[in-house]
Protein backbone atom coordinates (compact mmCIF):
# COMPACT_ATOMS: atom_id res chain seq x y z
CA UNK A 1 0.00 0.00 0.00
CA UNK A 2 1.03 3.19 -1.07
CA UNK A 3 1.99 5.80 1.87
CA UNK A 4 1.55 9.70 2.10
CA UNK A 5 3.79 11.02 -1.28
CA UNK A 6 4.83 14.77 -1.62
CA UNK A 7 5.99 16.42 -4.60
CA UNK A 8 8.51 17.54 -5.78
CA UNK A 9 11.31 16.05 -2.83
CA UNK A 10 13.28 19.26 -3.18
CA UNK A 11 12.91 22.82 -4.42
CA UNK A 12 15.34 25.70 -4.63
CA UNK A 13 13.29 29.38 -4.78
CA UNK A 14 14.30 32.77 -4.83
CA UNK A 15 13.10 35.33 -2.40
CA UNK A 16 9.84 36.91 -3.59
CA UNK A 17 8.94 33.85 -5.91
CA UNK A 18 5.74 31.53 -5.22
CA UNK A 19 5.76 27.75 -4.25
CA UNK A 20 2.90 25.31 -4.58
CA UNK A 21 3.58 21.71 -2.59
CA UNK A 22 1.59 18.91 -3.22
CA UNK A 23 0.27 15.65 -1.11
CA UNK A 24 -1.33 12.94 -1.57
CA UNK A 25 -2.73 11.15 1.29
CA UNK A 26 -3.36 7.22 2.08
CA UNK A 27 -5.97 6.21 0.09
CA UNK A 28 -9.31 6.09 2.13
CA UNK A 29 -7.78 9.05 4.38
CA UNK A 30 -9.54 12.12 4.12
CA UNK A 31 -7.77 14.56 6.07
CA UNK A 32 -4.78 16.14 5.31
CA UNK A 33 -2.36 18.43 7.37
CA UNK A 34 0.93 20.27 6.67
CA UNK A 35 3.54 20.97 9.05
CA UNK A 36 6.56 22.95 8.40
CA UNK A 37 10.04 21.74 9.78
CA UNK A 38 12.64 24.56 10.65
CA UNK A 39 15.88 22.64 10.85
CA UNK A 40 16.47 21.92 14.44
CA UNK A 41 13.38 22.14 14.95
CA UNK A 42 9.91 20.23 15.66
CA UNK A 43 7.18 20.23 12.86
CA UNK A 44 5.60 23.09 13.03
CA UNK A 45 0.91 23.03 12.40
CA UNK A 46 0.19 25.17 9.37
CA UNK A 47 -2.70 24.15 8.09
CA UNK A 48 -5.85 20.52 8.77
CA UNK A 49 -8.30 20.39 5.85
CA UNK A 50 -11.37 17.73 6.10
CA UNK A 51 -13.44 16.45 3.46
CA UNK A 52 -11.82 19.57 1.24
CA UNK A 53 -12.78 22.15 4.36
CA UNK A 54 -10.16 24.24 6.43
CA UNK A 55 -10.72 22.56 9.90
CA UNK A 56 -7.72 24.69 11.65
CA UNK A 57 -4.66 26.84 11.02
CA UNK A 58 -1.55 27.78 12.53
CA UNK A 59 0.22 30.62 13.45
CA UNK A 60 1.23 31.25 9.80
CA UNK A 61 1.12 34.61 7.59
CA UNK A 62 -1.46 34.76 4.80
CA UNK A 63 0.71 34.19 2.64
CA UNK A 64 0.51 31.01 3.23
CA UNK A 65 -2.28 29.32 2.13
CA UNK A 66 -3.88 25.39 1.09
CA UNK A 67 -6.68 23.36 -0.62
CA UNK A 68 -7.76 19.93 -0.66
CA UNK A 69 -9.85 18.98 -4.06
CA UNK A 70 -11.97 15.82 -4.21
CA UNK A 71 -9.50 13.20 -4.00
CA UNK A 72 -8.62 14.66 -0.80
CA UNK A 73 -5.10 15.53 -2.22
CA UNK A 74 -3.75 18.79 -0.89
CA UNK A 75 -1.43 21.46 -2.41
CA UNK A 76 -0.10 24.41 0.07
CA UNK A 77 0.54 27.50 -1.64
CA UNK A 78 3.52 30.70 -0.05
CA UNK A 79 3.79 33.89 -1.47
CA UNK A 80 6.38 35.79 -1.39
CA UNK A 81 9.33 33.56 -0.33
CA UNK A 82 11.24 34.74 2.60
CA UNK A 83 14.63 33.30 3.40
CA UNK A 84 13.02 32.20 6.52
CA UNK A 85 10.58 30.02 4.74
CA UNK A 86 13.41 27.94 4.22
CA UNK A 87 12.47 24.34 5.62
CA UNK A 88 10.91 20.23 5.41
CA UNK A 89 7.26 20.85 4.72
CA UNK A 90 5.58 17.67 5.89
CA UNK A 91 2.39 16.36 4.79
CA UNK A 92 -0.11 14.17 7.23
CA UNK A 93 -3.06 12.10 6.15
CA UNK A 94 -5.49 10.29 8.83
CA UNK A 95 -8.60 8.71 7.96
CA UNK A 96 -10.73 11.38 9.66
CA UNK A 97 -9.72 14.35 11.03
CA UNK A 98 -9.61 13.05 14.85
CA UNK A 99 -7.39 9.93 13.72
CA UNK A 100 -3.81 8.86 13.87
CA UNK A 101 -1.83 11.25 11.67
CA UNK A 102 1.02 9.31 8.84
CA UNK A 103 3.26 11.16 7.57
CA UNK A 104 4.85 11.89 4.08
CA UNK A 105 8.87 12.57 3.21
CA UNK A 106 8.85 16.12 2.94
CA UNK A 107 9.43 18.66 0.75
CA UNK A 108 13.27 20.18 1.31
CA UNK A 109 12.28 24.46 0.44
CA UNK A 110 15.63 26.50 -0.22
CA UNK A 111 14.80 29.77 -0.55
CA UNK A 112 17.86 32.14 -1.70
CA UNK B 1 6.06 29.92 23.96
CA UNK B 2 7.24 26.35 23.59
CA UNK B 3 4.13 24.56 24.71
CA UNK B 4 5.66 20.99 24.47
CA UNK B 5 9.80 20.81 25.31
CA UNK B 6 12.32 18.15 24.64
CA UNK B 7 15.52 19.31 27.04
CA UNK B 8 17.80 17.05 26.10
CA UNK B 9 18.42 17.56 22.64
CA UNK B 10 20.89 14.42 22.09
CA UNK B 11 21.40 10.77 24.27
CA UNK B 12 23.40 8.06 23.60
CA UNK B 13 23.12 4.53 24.81
CA UNK B 14 24.43 1.01 24.67
CA UNK B 15 22.52 -1.46 22.87
CA UNK B 16 20.61 -3.93 25.85
CA UNK B 17 20.35 -0.96 28.07
CA UNK B 18 17.03 0.96 28.66
CA UNK B 19 16.38 4.56 26.81
CA UNK B 20 15.04 7.22 28.78
CA UNK B 21 13.55 10.19 26.53
CA UNK B 22 11.73 13.00 28.32
CA UNK B 23 8.92 15.35 27.33
CA UNK B 24 7.23 18.49 28.95
CA UNK B 25 4.57 20.38 28.48
CA UNK B 26 2.47 23.85 29.61
CA UNK B 27 -0.37 23.51 28.04
CA UNK B 28 -3.07 21.59 30.60
CA UNK B 29 -5.54 21.44 27.72
CA UNK B 30 -3.75 19.13 26.34
CA UNK B 31 -5.43 15.26 26.41
CA UNK B 32 -3.50 13.25 24.07
CA UNK B 33 0.13 12.65 23.60
CA UNK B 34 2.38 11.14 21.07
CA UNK B 35 6.00 9.87 20.04
CA UNK B 36 7.24 9.81 16.72
CA UNK B 37 10.57 8.45 15.90
CA UNK B 38 12.35 10.19 12.27
CA UNK B 39 15.09 8.74 10.25
CA UNK B 40 16.57 11.10 7.56
CA UNK B 41 15.14 11.67 4.36
CA UNK B 42 11.97 10.10 5.88
CA UNK B 43 8.78 11.65 7.75
CA UNK B 44 8.23 11.13 11.20
CA UNK B 45 6.52 7.61 11.72
CA UNK B 46 3.96 7.40 14.83
CA UNK B 47 5.19 4.86 17.61
CA UNK B 48 3.16 5.41 20.54
CA UNK B 49 0.72 7.47 22.11
CA UNK B 50 -1.14 8.00 25.58
CA UNK B 51 -4.19 9.34 26.48
CA UNK B 52 -4.41 11.68 29.69
CA UNK B 53 -6.99 9.51 31.59
CA UNK B 54 -4.29 6.76 31.57
CA UNK B 55 -0.71 7.15 33.28
CA UNK B 56 0.74 4.30 31.38
CA UNK B 57 0.95 2.64 27.93
CA UNK B 58 2.99 -0.40 26.38
CA UNK B 59 3.38 -1.91 23.03
CA UNK B 60 6.37 -3.97 23.12
CA UNK B 61 9.79 -2.52 24.04
CA UNK B 62 8.43 0.79 24.39
CA UNK B 63 6.46 2.02 27.12
CA UNK B 64 5.56 5.71 27.63
CA UNK B 65 4.45 7.37 31.20
CA UNK B 66 2.56 10.46 31.73
CA UNK B 67 2.75 12.47 35.26
CA UNK B 68 -0.47 14.82 34.50
CA UNK B 69 0.42 17.01 37.92
CA UNK B 70 3.94 17.70 36.47
CA UNK B 71 3.41 17.85 32.96
CA UNK B 72 5.52 15.13 31.71
CA UNK B 73 5.43 12.59 30.04
CA UNK B 74 9.01 9.99 28.92
CA UNK B 75 9.19 7.06 26.63
CA UNK B 76 11.44 3.94 27.89
CA UNK B 77 12.90 1.78 25.42
CA UNK B 78 13.96 -1.35 26.87
CA UNK B 79 16.04 -3.33 25.57
CA UNK B 80 17.83 -0.71 23.08
CA UNK B 81 18.53 -1.62 19.73
CA UNK B 82 20.92 -0.21 17.34
CA UNK B 83 17.79 0.37 15.17
CA UNK B 84 16.43 2.65 17.77
CA UNK B 85 18.53 5.24 16.54
CA UNK B 86 16.86 8.02 15.46
CA UNK B 87 15.02 11.36 16.22
CA UNK B 88 12.14 11.18 18.53
CA UNK B 89 9.69 13.54 18.78
CA UNK B 90 7.02 14.12 21.51
CA UNK B 91 3.57 15.69 20.85
CA UNK B 92 0.74 16.99 22.53
CA UNK B 93 -2.78 17.79 20.85
CA UNK B 94 -6.19 18.67 22.64
CA UNK B 95 -9.04 16.64 20.71
CA UNK B 96 -6.83 14.65 18.94
CA UNK B 97 -6.51 17.59 15.67
CA UNK B 98 -3.41 19.80 15.50
CA UNK B 99 -0.23 18.21 16.77
CA UNK B 100 1.85 20.27 18.89
CA UNK B 101 5.73 18.87 18.53
CA UNK B 102 8.93 19.32 21.20
CA UNK B 103 12.25 20.08 19.39
CA UNK B 104 13.02 16.69 19.26
CA UNK B 105 15.60 14.07 21.38
CA UNK B 106 18.72 12.12 18.93
CA UNK B 107 18.99 8.80 20.59
CA UNK B 108 21.87 6.99 19.38
CA UNK B 109 21.97 3.06 20.24
CA UNK B 110 25.71 1.96 20.78
CA UNK B 111 26.37 -1.63 19.46
Known amino acids: DAGVTQSPTHLIKTRGQHVTLRCSPI?????VSWYQQVLGQGPQFIFQ???????GRGNFPDRFSARQFPNYSSELNVNALLLGDSALYLCASSIREYNEQFFGPGTRLTVL | DQQVKQNSPSLSVQEGRISILNCDYT??????FLWYKKYPAEGPTFLISISSIKDKNEDGRFTVFLNKSAKHLSLHIVPSQPGDSAVYFC??????????FGSGTRLQVQP
Open chain 1, 27 to 31: SGHKS
Open chain 2, 27 to 32: NSMFDY
Open chain 2, 91 to 100: AATTGRRALT
Open chain 1, 49 to 55: YYEKEER
